[in-house]
């Protein structure tokens, strides 16, 4: 088994967005997830702060919404909505995206892993 990470900073001056691509190198079987194992409110962690971290696309073919809608993501089918944050399938490049909502004032940062199951 293979296990592949990535970290992802969502920071302020980056504009609040991290994405990064895991390549397993060829088709695989696998498990993925993320996680966000800090937050830094900056100022003040109030209603206006959110985050997501979710496993957009694998192999191009956009993951399940899980959240839609309210003051920080978009209508249905949005590319703005939250996504798997745990996926099992198959395939070769899982894109993932780690956003803060009302960047100015919240930094994030986190992981995507993959585990190849073969």
């Known amino acids: 088994m293979?296990?592949?990470?990535v970290p992802l900073f969502a920071l302020k001056n980056l504009g609040g967005v991290a994405s990064a691509t895991l390549d397993l190198g060829y088709s695989r079987r696998f498990m993925?997830?993320?996680?966000?194992?800090?937050?830094?409110?900056?100022?003040?962690?109030?209603?206006?702060?959110?985050?997501?971290?979710d496993i957009y696309t694998v192999d191009n073919?956009?993951?399940?919404?899980?959240?839609?809608?309210?003051?920080h993501w978009g209508p249905p089918g949005s590319g703005q909505n939250v996504l798997?944050?745990?996926?099992?399938?198959?395939g070769q490049r899982i894109l993932v995206y780690l956003r803060s909502a009302h960047t100015e004032d919240l930094d994030t940062f986190g992981y995507a892993v993959a585990l190849a199951l073969d």
């Open 2 to 5: 293979d296990v592949f990470t």
């Open 32 to 53: 993925a997830w993320c996680t966000v194992t800090m937050v830094d409110s900056l100022v003040d962690f109030d209603r206006d702060n959110a985050y997501a971290i």
């Open 61 to 71: 073919g956009r993951t399940t919404t899980r959240v839609v809608g309210g003051d």
């Open 84 to 90: 798997d944050g745990a996926y099992v399938g198959f």
